[in-house]
DNA sequence: GAGTGGTCTAGACCACGGA
DNA sequence: CCGTGGTCTAGACCACTCG
């Protein structure tokens, strides 16, 4: 039966799916729906965009609302703080502070963060472990005009955790690729050379202030799993 | 000034993020910003609801609305259609189908798809190009029962994009990871035996039948890009 | 110009769950 | 219990854009 905008949602994915309504056809308007399942338009509404977000749905105003002909797909990741990711998968979180110095920061790294060429910034390396195991290796350039006077003490929290919870939320951009280990990264974590590495690298931003540039190594084993 | 509910999504993200409302604090009811921001209670809550979802806020009845201690951020991926892929990089598309048989599909593949032990299913291996250079190569294990008869000519449309044409949308889970290339991965991408190599993994269904198991290997310099 | 989706309003009822 | 968020309604105005 028709109970809440919910289940509009899953009637009108059954009908899409069991091929009532086919990819590129125009469906019935909000009112006409609304009529025919005997709720206001605002609950019709809200099905549709929330299916238009998930990318099933294609709507235009004036144009009316088809089903979307090449579907894309999105898929929702969480991004946990590492040790909330550890301690989900049942192991104890530590972590070993292995650099934290200021250094003129390379090229890249200035351009992508928007800063003046040889700019000093703090290059910290930390080594993520489950149970003792190398979990993840953490390679991060950190805009030290964001840290208070005296700094934190990083080798009691993490620089992940402390800005969490020290500076406001923000945007940023996130990526992931494959990589072989470099000599280092194999030491750190405890893989052969050449092991493939998941990399994750992400920056961040609090308003136009650039805050950090870091780059997660996985050793083998490690997945991320996404939410479709 | 307060227009729409989306200002008001952006005036409570500026109160985090000054640290007006801190970590952890319980922020006012619905209807007390709706009456500071002279709106009704509907729209406080649409702009609050997409903070809920995008873990800036969690919400219980009752208990009220607080500012997430441990933001759990949410990254958004688009799962796009190879060709869809590749030309938004501004190459042409084109594949070549590699193998195309009915096999066993080993226990690891049937347990995951929830089918007996033994069943035969399609192995489909694809090599994707862009401008002629080996982009992806995908494996695929597809359920046969889900084809008509005669079955499409995937030398002509490759199997992406007539499922995506042909059947229902579906749920599915994705994963990734990285991982060294075999020698058949090695041969056929082009690169060096052991390069490491970003796996994308997706299973898809049609309600409770299992549709397709897929793998897809892209070489190095591939990298995926999430909205934050 | 007119039809469509996008949004807002003022009010209502309800489920949940903390006190 | 009872305050909070979750949802729904009926109606309204508006922005966009297609014909």
Redesign the interface.
């Known amino acids: 039966m028709i109970f809440g905008w919910d289940s509009i949602r899953r009637e009108v ?1 059954r009908r ?4 009532e309504w086919p ?1 590129g056809m125009l469906i019935p308007t909000e009112q006409d729906l609304a009529t025919e399942f005997g709720v206001a338009r605002a609950t019709v509404n809200r099905a549709l965009r929330e299916l238009a977000l998930a ?2 749905l294609e709507r235009k105003r004036r144009a009316g609302t088809r089903v979307a ?13 590492i040790r ?1 990711e550890v301690e989900a998968r049942g192991h104890a979180h530590s972590f070993r502070l292995l650099t934290h110095e200021a250094r003129e920061a390379p090229v890249p790294v200035t351009s992508r963060l928007g800063l003046p060429e040889g700019a000093l910034l703090l290059w910290i390396e930390t080594l993520h472990l489950a149970d003792g195991q190398p979990f993840a290796f953490e390679t991060r350039w950190l805009n030290p005009a964001i840290l208070p006077d005296p700094g934190p003490d990083f080798t009691q929290i993490s620089v992940n ?1 402390w800005l ?2 020290h500076v ?13 280990a470099s000599a280092r990264e194999a030491k750190v974590l405890g893989v052969t050379l ?6 994750t690298e992400r920056s961040t931003w ?2 136009p202030a650039p805050i950090t540039l870091v780059r997660l190594a ?1 050793g ?1 084993g ?7």
Chains 1, 2 share one sequence.
């Open positions: 994915l899409i799916g069991q091929r990819p990318g099933v002909l090449l579907p894309v797909r999105k898929a929702t990741l969480d991004i946990p703080v909330q955790e969490v919870a406001s939320y923000t945007l940023g951009d996130i990526s992931f690729c494959a990589a072989r050449g092991e493939a590495l998941f990399i609090a308003g996985h083998p490690y997945r991320m799993q996404a939410l479709v």
